[in-house]
Structures are given as structure tokens and as C-alpha cells.
């Protein structure tokens, strides 16, 4: 059987155990599409500042990066999503899904995945007031 506590993403106290569970839970977490722009965005100007720091000789100023991009995303998860960013609980998981999902983004399957966890949360949901 499952420990409950690892199957409730949710929960401030739960333990993801496995990155497809991660993947749910982040997908859940990013369901409003203008948390996925900001997401997108910073990402996107993170990647752009990094090669023009790498092809400049400037490599050391790299932290950019990620100062870029996480500007954008945890201001899309405290003002728009309202709530606590994965990458707190999960630093190298999301930061890996951060790329997962603009890759979904830009080949259109990112909605679907939306709804597939939202469908599989609703099903769960409405099985456990069974």
C-alpha cells in the first residue's frame, strides 16, 4: 500500500517519491495559463541572457539566469497562481520541469496535460466522497 502522506502533493508535509508523481503535482500547480507565460517567459530571457553571457566571455555572470527566471515564475505563483512554488520543496525536479513544460508549450500538449491531472484530481476527488 501507498503511504498517504506521499500520494497528498497537496499537503505542506507530503513526500513526492517519484518524478512522474513530481509531474502531476507540478502540472497542478502551473494549471492557470498566465502562470505558464510568466513561467515561459522568464525561462525563455534566463536562456537568451546565459548565451549571450557564455558568447561574450562573461560567463560568470550565469546566476542571471536563474535570478530571471525565477523572478518571473514566483511572481506568477504568489500573485497569480497563489501559491508556494515547487522549486522550494523540489529545487532540481522543477527546475527540470520548468523546461518539460515549455517544451509542452511549444509543441501544444502543455492544455492537455492540464487536463489530464485536473480529470485525474477531479475522478480522485469524487471517489474518496464515495
Avoid: C
Wanted: a positive charge; glycine letters at 6%; proline letters at 5%.
Amino acid at each position: 500500500m501507498k503511504n498517504p502522506v506521499a500520494t497528498a502533493p497537496g499537503s505542506d508535509n507530503a513526500i513526492i517519491t517519484s518524478y512522474s508523481e513530481f509531474w502531476d503535482f507540478y502540472v497542478q500547480e502551473h494549471s492557470l495559463p498566465l502562470t505558464r507565460l510568466l513561467h515561459f517567459i522568464g525561462t525563455s530571457l534566463g536562456i537568451i541572457l546565459l548565451v549571450w553571457f557564455i558568447a561574450r566571455g562573461t560567463w560568470y555572470y550565469f546566476p542571471v539566469f536563474f535570478i530571471v527566471g525565477y523572478a518571473f515564475a514566483w511572481f506568477a505563483h504568489f500573485f497569480v497562481e497563489k501559491n508556494k512554488p515547487a522549486s522550494f520543496k523540489y529545487p532540481f525536479w522543477s527546475f527540470i520541469s520548468d523546461f518539460k513544460m515549455m517544451w509542452y508549450m511549444i509543441t501544444g500538449r502543455m492544455s492537455g496535460e492540464v487536463e489530464r491531472v485536473s480529470n485525474r484530481n477531479f475522478t480522485a476527488e469524487t471517489q474518496r466522497i464515495k
